[in-house]
């Protein structure tokens, strides 16, 4: 077929409009964008999620998506968290949300890939979104001063919260009624103001749970601390800086004085901002000399002295003293002051092929130390020397494998009932998970399991099952450790008072302290004598594994209130004056005793101390909460006048445990006495000696003497020796004595110490 001219350009024109607008006709729909794109995934996060429950993962683009773009999705731990494989983001979001499934309490790692770049993050899966249900801390404000108070979840939330605040006492504090705790978060922030004196407690509750702080909001804040370089060298600029007790209100000035002005520029006055309690002020050094520095903030002051020297010298060098060949470890070096400029310090190994360091450390200016990281090449021992300013320190280094360390540690007290934490760290040439031996000398007292397995450090539980002293003993690889614990039938108050001092409309937080960690759910109660000028604090629930307590005393009028505080059956007083001591009042401070733990038979002696005198003499009655433990041989103690201590002594009759309590004008002290059947010895050996060097060993009781003990001390082998051939143990003591363990040649030996029907036996080995 011929086409005519006009018909071929008619044609030609079709066809370049149809490429020019891409044809006739609707366009087709788009495909969603899976490739590469122009605008990429920035990040991913995720909220939490409750079982069964949705959560949320949020997708934050680089820039508004161009077109719908699909995301692949997938759960690290799909019995935790469910999530779609894929979801679509719609055109021009910048950011999108997509939902998951809560499973499972737990964390699961979730992936999101648009294109070619995939992100991570975790999402966590809880039972219930919760708030700590606990005192989240308390903290003091100036009156009219404003700060902003917090609380955290336990998990983000994907939806907006808003949770209540309930203030005890809108006169003295004021915060909104309620807090938002936007999406993707866990927190939530809101305004208190101080309004006037006194004491509130905020509490923000959600659910079942509730997290309180209180408040105590005075008239002015005081000076509690200044910190400022000790040492600097001239030239240098060091750091004057103030804390305060309260949140400031207003700006306010702490005036600065210094004995020498010409050692250093301190100017007249630190201002603290309002709604701190911390403020600082850069000084620099003029000359060298000393100068005092005080700051005088209302009516407290505090001062410390600056010490300006012409040049700093070298102080200190410290590395590891073992160390594994292959790796490196961290050098520090410290000079006696603040420098003004970098100062080279130059070091160096006596054998570069055991420890190599570098040729020198630089102290930056403004610092008073630096690093440094040697690398260990293969066994042997190297000094390292640093040398600055004409003087050198140096170091003993091993490179090899450390001798295998042990450490032991518990609490020391314990009530019947009570639990504890054993905490037990293995360390040095014991690579990875080790299985440690534990003994308990009485398992009726703290029972142990026969072993545990202990990776670095790990604590394990124990529960004090009756009254007694026991030693509990680890060992692995030939070395052993001791500590030990007291069972206390009962848990009583030691430490109260015996003063307190509160202002008219103040809450002071007051503490005391028991004598051993009491049984979970132990509860302290107190009283007022006067209740018109000190109103008896709440009850108080003394946290698990604590032995001190914290309470709040509010004055209310002026005078003098007895306040008692009882744990069972035990209960001490303390004196508070409301308003200022008006009346001189000799009140019973402390009792305590030269022993707390006595064989059958031996004898100590006890104290009663009184914060001022009496004038005439005073008999101190003693009494004992159990009959038949021990006694007051002879008459009732009399502090004799003008005196402030009385002793008396106390003599052992019976095994068991007994309170010993001084009651006078109605104050109350109590301390504790435990008393043994047979006494128990342990000795300290080490698991190696070096030939030519001698090593302490210490031999111990669990309590005093009645009499004299005499060891006989003797070795299997020549290589190892003692000092002495005997060892006495004096009656009247506890604790123990020492003796020297000499490494005479390389071998091993059975060491023994051996008193009547008791024999110690430890194996040690000499090291060339």
């Known amino acids: 077929m011929r086409v005519r001219p006009t018909e071929r350009f008619s044609i030609i024109l079709a066809v370049l409009l149809s490429l020019a607008f891409g044809g006739c006709g609707d366009d087709p729909p788009a495909d969603p964008v899976s ?3 122009a605008t990429e995934l ?19 683009f680089t820039g508004p998506v161009p077109a719908d773009t699909e995301v692949v999705l997938s759960s690290g731990a799909p019995a935790i968290v469910g999530v779609a494989e894929r979801a679509l983001v719609p055109k021009g979001a910048l950011t999108s949300d997509i939902g998951f ?6 964390q699961a790692p979730l992936f999101a890939t648009v294109g070619s770049v995939t992100k991570s993050t975790t999402a966590t899966v809880v039972d219930k979104f919760k708030l700590p249900n606990a005192r989240t801390g308390n903290f003091m404000m100036e009156v009219g001063a404003n700060t902003s108070a917090s609380f955290s979840l336990n998990a983000t939330t994907p939806e907006p919260l808003e949770i209540p605040i309930r203030v005890t006492d809108a006169v003295v504090v004021g915060a909104p009624p309620n807090v938002a705790v936007p999406a993707f978060s866990s927190s939530g922030s809101f305004p208190v103001k101080a309004l006037a004196v006194g004491s509130a407690t905020f509490a923000a509750t959600f659910g079942e749970q509730t997290s309180e702080s209180t408040v105590t909001v005075v008239e002015r804040a005081h000076l509690t601390s200044q910190s400022l370089a000790s040492v600097a060298e001239v030239g240098s600029t060091v750091s004057l800086s103030a804390s305060v007790d309260a949140i400031l209100a207003k700006p306010t000035p702490a005036t600065i004085t210094s004995s020498d002005p010409q050692v250093a520029a301190f100017p007249a006055a630190l201002t603290m901002p309002a709604g701190s309690t911390f403020a600082n002020v850069l000084v620099p050094t003029l000359a060298p000399g000393q100068t005092d520095v005080t700051l005088k903030f209302g009516e407290s002051t505090k001062s410390t002295r600056l010490t300006v020297v012409a040049a700093a010298q070298l102080s200190s060098l410290n590395f590891r003293q073992w160390i594994p060949a292959g790796v490196s470890g961290e050098l520090s070096v410290s000079l006696n002051a603040q420098v003004a400029a970098a100062r080279r310090v130059a070091l160096s190994s006596s054998d570069p092929t055991v420890l190599t360091v570098p040729a020198e450390v630089v102290v930056a200016a403004g610092q008073s130390s630096a690093t440094a990281f040697p690398v260990a090449l293969k066994e042997g021992t190297a000094v390292i020397t640093a040398t600055y300013n004409g003087l050198s320190r140096q170091f003993v280094s091993r490179v090899g494998v450390q001798p295998t360390t042990l450490s032991l540690s518990a609490t020391t007290t314990l009530a019947v009932g009570a639990s504890a934490q054993l905490y037990v760290n293995v360390s040095g040439g014991i690579a990875g998970a080790t299985l440690v031996n534990l003994t308990s000398s009485d398992p009726t007292v703290i029972a142990v399991p026969a072993s545990v397995l202990v990776n670095g450090g790990e604590s394990f539980s124990l529960s004090a099952q009756k009254p007694g002293k ?8 030939g070395v052993s450790q001791k500590t030990d614990i007291t069972v206390l039938d009962h848990a009583s108050v030691s430490t109260f008072g015996p003063n307190f001092n509160v202002a008219v409309g103040q809450t002071l937080n007051g503490y005391l302290y028991l004598s051993a960690v009491p049984a979970p759910g132990a509860v302290v ?3 007022s004598s006067a209740p018109a000028v000190l109103a008896a604090p709440s009850n108080v629930v003394v946290n698990d594994g604590s032995t001190s307590v914290s309470f709040p005393l509010v004055g209310l009028s002026p005078g003098t209130a007895l306040v008692t505080a009882t744990i069972g059956a035990s209960s001490q007083t303390a004196i508070v004056y409301v308003g200022g001591p008006s009346t001189p009042f000799v009140a019973l401070s402390s009792i305590s005793s030269g022993s ?3 064989a059958v038979g031996a004898s100590t002696y006890g104290y009663a ?7 005439k003499d005073t008999p101190i009655p003693i009494t004992f909460a159990t009959p038949g433990v021990v006694n007051v041989p002879g008459a009732v103690p009399v502090l004799a006048a003008g005196q402030s201590t009385v002793y008396f002594p106390i003599q052992a009759v019976g095994a068991g445990t007994t309170e010993v309590s001084v009651v006078l004008q109605g104050i109350k002290r109590t301390f504790n006495i435990i008393v043994v059947a047979t006494p128990t010895f342990t000795w300290s050996v080490p698991g190696t000696v070096a030939a030519g060097t001698t090593q302490t060993i210490n031999i111990s009781t669990n309590a005093v003497l009645p009499a004299d003990v005499v060891f006989t001390l003797a070795s299997s082998s020549p290589s190892a020796t003692f000092s002495t051939t005997t060892l006495r143990l004096p009656s009247g003591a506890g604790g123990g004595m020492t003796l020297g363990l000499t490494g005479v040649s390389a071998g091993t030996a059975t060491l023994t110490a051996t008193a009547g029907a008791t024999t110690l036996t430890s194996n040690v080995t000499v090291t060339p």
Request: net charge positive.
């Open 609 to 615: 101390n009184f914060n001022g005198t009496f004038d």
């Open 101 to 106: 499934d809560g499973l499972l309490i737990g």
């Open 525 to 527: 109660s107190f009283s």
């Open 596 to 598: 707390s733990t006595l």
């Open 42 to 60: 920035l990040s991913l996060s995720a909220s939490g999620a409750e079982v069964g429950k949705r959560g949320k993962v949020r997708l934050t």
């Open 470 to 477: 026991v030693t509990l003993t680890a060992s692995v690889g």
């Open 35 to 37: 490739g590469s794109i």
